[in-house]
């Protein structure tokens, strides 16, 4: 190994905003020695997500924040190179929550074994994966969509909302979509067969588009941004409305406090249901949810986007494409060609 080398990401400041690359620092470090029960890896995928700009700011929230002068950690898809434990052999594939570096060590409990004849790899990070479960838990469980019903979905075209979308259309539900480009538009129409979606940097009167969109009002609402985008599709609901509230990326940079119009009212007029929840609260029921994703993928029911973008070294620009609305479903990085390829 010692003709290979080494490198991670620290996060060596807190950003003010919106992030950028003098809050990181690639270091070079050597491959660390895997001790007894541990195995090193090398890093073949990694994930960038929106939820790791919270663990930036050194805030109370459900996970604590990264530590500064430490390597940024998340999902990562990464081969065994060297095993000391009886549990792995060399050259298979795991998943982890584990540090942004090329090579590192874990020890067992801190990794997973994934079967590549499965499914790609890479859907551990996406559809079959965080991103997924998230759409599946969420939407059934809170949103609990009915035949005819009208599901309006932001963050449309990412990894969750591109499932949440499909996922409401298996359940008979009238589509809407709402997202940030025309290709995206193009794609939730004509792929995914979302019944009509709403391009929020066009659109103008937002409140207005989405009217004519959903002319039956708003059944239940999957936000995913939070901010004016979501007051709109407020000021729309129907009478038991449903609200997953899964995520608020266009506040997370936000670097002064937001406030919008009181949706109290709006919910109290409507009995309508809001409710905010983390995809580690149905841990317990993730192999049921992986299970049912999958079979669903396998008959055709679900399809997926990846869009990869190629090297270590463009971590942090992937991580901030996010937040600019670069990716078509799920954001990943390659860092590296399994060995056995
Ligand atoms: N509660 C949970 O457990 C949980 C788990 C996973 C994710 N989440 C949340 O779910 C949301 C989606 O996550 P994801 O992983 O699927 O990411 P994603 O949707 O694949 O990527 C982020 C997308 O957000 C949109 N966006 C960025 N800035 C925006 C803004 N200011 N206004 C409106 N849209 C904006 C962009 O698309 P456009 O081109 O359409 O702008 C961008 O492509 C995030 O808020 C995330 O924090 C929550």
Redo the contacts with the bound molecule.
């Keep these: 190994m010692t003709e290979q080398k080494n490198q991670h990401i620290l996060l060596t400041s807190r950003p003010k905003g919106m992030p950028s690359m003098e809050n990181f620092t690639f270091e070079d470090i050597e491959i660390p020695e895997p001790q007894n029960g541990q195995v090193l890896l090398k890093t073949l995928y990694l994930s960038v997500?929106?939820?790791m700009r919270g663990r930036m700011n050194d805030t109370k929230s459900y996970v604590p924040p990264f530590e500064l002068n430490q390597p940024v950690s998340g999902g990562i898809v990464a081969e065994v190179v060297q095993s000391r434990s009886g549990e792995f052999e060399e050259g298979d594939l795991v998943i982890g929550n584990l540090p942004w570096a090329l090579y590192t060590t874990a020890g067992e409990q801190e990794v997973r074994k994934l079967d590549p004849e499965l499914a790609p790899i890479t859907t551990n990070l996406g559809i079959l994966g965080?991103?997924g479960l998230?759409a599946y838990f969420?939407l059934l469980d809170i949103g609990n969509p009915q035949e005819g019903e009208t599901v309006v979905v932001?963050?449309a075209?990412?990894?969750?909302?591109s499932t949440v979308g499909q996922i409401a259309k298996i359940k008979g539900a009238r589509v809407v979509g709402i997202?940030?480009?025309e290709e995206?538009v193009n794609y939730l129409k004509n792929e995914l067969g979302f019944d009509a979606v709403v391009n929020?940097r066009e659109a103008g009167n937002i409140r207005q588009a989405l009217k004519e969109a959903c002319p039956d009002g708003v059944d239940v609402y999957f936000d995913?941004?939070g901010?004016e985008?979501s007051d709109a599709v407020i000021s729309l609901l129907n009478k038991y409305a449903r609200i997953p509230l899964?995520?608020?990326?266009?506040l997370y940079n936000l670097e002064k406090q937001d406030v919008g119009p009181r949706i109290q009212g709006q919910l109290l007029i409507n009995s309508a249901l809001i409710k905010g929840?983390?995809?580690s609260n149905y841990a317990s029921q993730f192999g049921e949810g992986a299970k049912q994703l999958g079979q669903w993928l396998q008959e055709g029911k679900l399809k997926y986007e990846e869009n990869v973008v190629e090297g270590f070294e463009n971590t942090i620009d992937a991580f901030l494409g996010?937040?600019k609305?670069?990716?078509l479903g799920?954001?990943l990085v390659k860092v590296a060609e399994p060995s056995q390829s």
């Design positions: 997500d929106p939820y965080m991103p998230t969420g932001s963050g075209a990412g990894a969750v909302g997202a940030g480009s995206k929020y995913n941004v901010g985008i899964c995520g608020q990326i266009s929840f983390i995809v996010l937040f609305g670069e990716n799920k954001q």
